[in-house]
């Protein structure tokens, strides 16, 4: 998007320093015009991108000893359109009756700078100047050996032991019993008589 930022002054000295200091502060130059004089105005001013509506109401003014300040604020730099409404608001401009003085319009992109570019065809590798090509591992291309061949382990130790069998028997085989407690017995029977037999 580029926005065209546009303010009557009423002589030219005041739109030439206005012109001068946004300049200074970092707006192109190039995107800078000062249109003033009677000849040919209104033609200048489209030719600066300004809406034939609205110059068709500059023309009289400027035409009459007036001049018009321009400025196409587009990406760069940052904040350039704000910079300039801020700055040719601030030099009291005159009231031509202009609607819109801060007009966004769309900026097409050249179509000569792609002559000859094919980005976008028929190849699923859009993105490869040797289309069709096989390439190989990023790995090989570097000369750095990313990935390699891995064995066959158990273990997540180098060696191949069981984390178990390296710390400690965590796990082990146990014998066929009916108590929890070392040598056998029922608990009821070590510490207390719990059920009896009655006669």
């Known amino acids: 998007m580029t926005t065209i930022v546009t303010r009557l002054y009423r002589d030219a000295a005041t739109a030439e320093a206005l012109a001068a200091a946004m300049a200074g502060v970092g707006i192109p ?11 040919n105005a ?7 991108r300004v809406n034939p509506a609205s110059a068709a109401l500059y023309a009289p003014h400027v035409e009459g000893g007036a001049a018009l300040v321009v400025v196409r604020a587009g990406f760069q730099p940052i904040g350039a ?8 608001d601030s030099r009291q401009p005159m009231n ?8 966004y319009i769309r900026t097409e992109p050249k179509q000569e ?3 000859g570019l094919s980005i976008l065809d028929d190849h699923r590798l859009i993105f490869g100047k040797d289309k069709g090509k096989r ?11 990313l990935l390699s061949k891995r064995k066959s382990r158990n273990s997540v130790f180098h060696g191949g032991r069981h984390f178990t069998t390296w710390m400690s028997p965590l796990l082990s085989q146990k014998r066929g019993t009916l108590s929890t407690l070392e040598g056998g017995g029922q608990m009821t029977r ?8 009655h006669k």
């Open 190 to 197: 070590r510490f207390f008589p719990t059920v009896s037999r």
């Open 113 to 115: 700078l792609f002559a």
């Open 81 to 88: 359109a704000a910079t300039a409404i801020r700055m040719m």
């Open 42 to 48: 209104q033609a200048r001013m489209e030719a600066a």
């Open 29 to 39: 130059a190039g995107d800078i015009d000062v249109i003033a004089g009677a000849e």
């Open 96 to 103: 031509a009756g202009v609607e819109n003085e801060n007009e």
């Open 135 to 145: 390439r190989g591992l990023v790995s090989a291309a570097f000369n750095i050996p």
